[in-house]
């Protein structure tokens, strides 16, 4: 599948990951990344899903 990382659901991903993480602070951190900016010419964006290519939490 072309573009996976960059099309996941991150309302899907946190339900998942509630399941797998008891632990809140990772998963706080893990919330913070996901909605963290992204600066593309000089514009931040706030994506809904994907995660970025190169940040924090991209695989």
Same mark, same amino acid.
């Given at each position: 599948?072309?573009?996976?990382?960059?099309?996941?659901?991150?309302?899907?991903? #946190?339900?998942?990951?509630?399941?797998?993480?008891?632990? !809140?602070? @990772? #998963?706080?951190?893990?919330?913070?990344?996901?909605?963290?900016?992204?600066?593309?010419? !000089?514009?931040?964006?706030?994506? @809904?899903? !994907? @995660?970025?290519?190169?940040?924090?939490?991209?695989?």
């Amino acid at each position: 599948m072309q573009n996976y990382f960059g099309s996941i659901n991150h309302g899907c991903l #946190r339900k998942f990951l509630n399941l797998k993480i008891k632990d !809140g602070v @990772t #998963r706080k951190m893990i919330d913070k990344w996901l909605k963290a900016g992204i600066l593309e010419n !000089g514009q931040v964006m706030y994506p @809904t899903k !994907g @995660t970025p290519q190169g940040g924090s939490i991209s695989p």
